[in-house]
Each structure stands twice: as C-alpha cells, then as structure tokens.
C-alpha cells in the first residue's frame, strides 16, 4: 500500500547546521508531495510542496526536490535556527477511484523531531 | 492562509463517558474533513474522512460506532467518542480541505488532548 517513510529522529542540531530530513514514499501513480511543520502546541503548518516530478518546493528557506527515480522528496536546510525547532512531517497526497467513488487522502509519514541549540 | 479550529482544546473525562470535539473551517467552505489521531511521538493516522452531508468513510480498524463524526455543514464537523475508555486518549486533529475552491490544499487545526481516566 501507499507509505511515507522519514529518516528516524530526533535530530539536534547547533544553530547554522545544514539540516536533510530524509523522505521516500510507495505508491501507485504519481501523488502530491508535502512537507509539514509542528511547532510546540500548535497545529500543522503546511512549509513546502510540489505536485510533479522534479518539482522544487521551498519556502523559509527550506526546500525539497520531488524526484520520482528514487521516491525521494528530502528536505534541506542551508543553517538553521533556534526557531526551526519543531517536528517535521513528510506526506503524500493522492486521490484515486474505488468501486466508483472518487476519493483523497494525505498519508504521513512518522514524523521527525528537530532540536536546534544556540 | 485559512484557520481551522477545534474545541475544546483539551478534555479530560470519566471511563464511559462520551466526549464531543468541535471542528470548524474559519473563512472558508470545507468540502472534506479529516479526523487523526495522534500518539505521542507517532505519526497522524487517518480516522475517517466526511463530506458535507455524507456519511463519513473510516479507515479499516477504526469502530465508526465508537467514533461518532458528523458534517452537518460546509465549516462544521464534530467527533464524538462513545464511551470512551484510557485507550482512547489521545492527540486528536482535524483537517478541512476546500477541494479546489480559493485554497485546494488541506489546513489543519490546533488538536485536542483527550484524556479518559
């Protein structure tokens, strides 16, 4: 079935580190990718995202190649901050058909925590 | 961006006791919901997906009469545990997507910390 795999965390790193979260997903067809972020005590914020192959999405200065050969949409970021502390979340999305219905869904994978250290 | 938001944003309950939790899309029309759940350091897993005024589709090993979701309206989708017992405690969130309308992607609330002693 279709998965998310993320790089096991957690990930502490000093400020100005370059941060790759690794990411690689299964599924048929070609799906949505996704990046989300989880600051402490609040909701998932959408960061990044690209809808095909080769695709980059970037945003706060992280970014994220779509590269359908290896299954892969890793996240980078050149130096990171104190403020980058959080837990990142790779996802997929993909809408498909069954039995006649049309349908959506965003699968995550498991989520890596972030520490970032002054 | 658009703002989901939940209510409550913490519950604490009694064994057997049934627990409602409020989903509403701020400024926009939410075509899809999403109910998770999430346990402590674990990945969001899907509970079900609603469409407004549909019954709502739940994954497999999810009891749809243990948990109640209703998406009576285009900003308003509730959860409701039955029942509830310790194993059910648990981070959960909902999500509102627009479904190509404005947005076209999917926002998610803030989470509600379900504790049943």
């Known amino acids: 079935g279709d998965s998310v795999t993320q790089m096991e965390g957690p990930v502490t790193l000093s400020e100005e580190a370059f941060l790759t979260i690794n990411c690689t997903y299964t599924?048929?067809?070609?799906?949505?990718l996704f990046w989300y972020v989880q600051y402490p005590g609040e909701g998932l914020q959408l960061l990044l995202k690209a809808t095909k192959a080769d695709d980059k999405g970037s945003n706060k200065g992280f970014e994220a190649t779509y590269r359908k050969e290896t299954t892969s949409f890793h996240l980078e970021k050149g130096s990171v901050q104190v403020s980058d502390s959080a837990v990142y979340f790779c996802?997929?999305?993909?809408?498909?058909?069954?039995?006649?219905?049309?349908?959506?869904?965003?699968?995550f994978g498991q989520g890596t925590i972030l520490t970032v250290h002054p | 961006g658009a703002v989901v938001s939940q209510h409550p944003s913490w519950v604490i309950c009694k064994s057997g006791t049934s627990v409602k939790i409020e989903c509403r899309s701020l400024?926009?029309?939410?075509?899809?919901m999403f109910w998770y759940r999430q346990f402590p350091k674990q990945s969001l897993m899907l509970m079900a997906t609603?469409?407004?005024?549909?019954?709502?589709?739940?994954e497999q090993g999810v009891e749809k009469d243990k948990f109640l979701i209703n998406h009576a309206s285009l900003t308003l989708s509730t959860l409701t545990v039955t029942s509830a017992h310790p194993e059910d405690s648990s981070f959960y969130i909902c999500?509102?997507?627009?479904?190509?309308?404005?947005?076209?992607?999917?926002?998610f609330g803030p989470g509600t910390r379900l504790t049943v002693l």
């Open positions: 609603s469409n407004e005024g549909s019954k709502a589709t739940y």
């Open positions: 999500s509102a997507r627009d479904g190509g309308g404005i947005y076209n992607e999917q926002f």
């Open positions: 599924a048929t067809g070609y799906p949505s």
């Open positions: 400024d926009f029309q939410a075509t899809t």
């Open positions: 996802a997929h999305w993909f809408e498909g058909r069954a039995g006649g219905t049309s349908y959506g869904k965003l699968t």
